[in-house]
């Protein structure tokens, strides 16, 4: 569709001259707190656009949770404008998966293109309509990947997500026998068990046996393990 149509067939795109805009393309660490921050405070009937340099498709599933659609125009080669248009007021946003990947904007200092085709990517391997394999089987198979390739960021933030969509503790405890048998004693015990992996995994032991709730420990999970530490994290 045209740029110049939208308007005209979105009815809502008529005030995004009034929308609060947000320009994220400074922005090198995780500008997604900052944006659900300021989509929280709309009210129905709001608006915020977000400028980035490539299309933000990780973000509509975010905003969709917080009672938002959207609509994103290609302004020109390497900016756009997404522009999201407040609904309803959704009050349980919990579902939604925590530690988005925020290393898009480093793909488009490279090449707007190759941002382009990323987030695409992303989007056609985690975000397929009707999967063949459920989201939770996918986080723990790229987990089980990521520890063979040696990549423990990856899958420390992999067994948060799965966590979150509901694998349990036993799932995961067959998951780190694995590791030992795939991988042997001695790597295990010199790589894997003195990880954040492993630590992020004994931490959910540890709080499911004090009774906390699976929202509770994602939380704690996800603010511990979040891109602040440097075991974890992706440091800009």
């Known amino acids: 569709m045209k740029k110049e149509d939208i308007s005209a067939t979105i009815d809502w795109l008529k005030n995004k001259k009034d929308f609060l805009q947000f320009d994220v393309r400074p922005i090198k660490g995780n500008f997604l707190p900052a944006i659900v921050k300021k989509a929280k405070d709309l009210p129905v009937k709001g608006g915020i656009t977000i400028i980035q340099n490539f299309e933000p498709i990780p973000l509509y599933e975010t905003m969709k949770n917080l009672g938002f659609t959207h609509c994103t125009e290609k302004i020109e080669e390497g900016l756009y ?33 190759v941002a382009k085709l990323t987030v695409n990517f992303w989007d056609h391997i985690w975000n397929k309509e009707n999967p063949a394999i459920k989201l939770e089987h996918k986080l723990l198979l790229s987990l089980a990947n990521a520890v063979g390739a040696g990549r423990i960021k990856q899958a420390t933030r992999e067994l948060i997500k799965a966590y979150h969509l509901g694998v349990t503790t036993e799932e995961f405890d067959e998951i780190f026998a694995l590791f030992v048998w795939n991988q042997g004693i001695g790597h295990f015990s010199s790589e894997i068990a003195a990880s954040p992996l492993f630590k992020a995994y004994l931490l959910i032991k540890d709080l499911e046996k004090k009774n906390k709730s699976r929202s509770e420990i994602s939380t704690t999970l996800t603010e511990k393990f979040s891109e602040r530490n440097p075991e974890t994290g992706f440091n800009s």
């Open 81 to 113: 404008h997404a522009h999201f248009y407040r609904k309803e007021i959704k009050e349980d946003d919990q579902q939604e998966l925590p530690l988005k990947p925020i290393v898009m904007p480093r793909y488009a200092d490279i090449d707007p293109d």
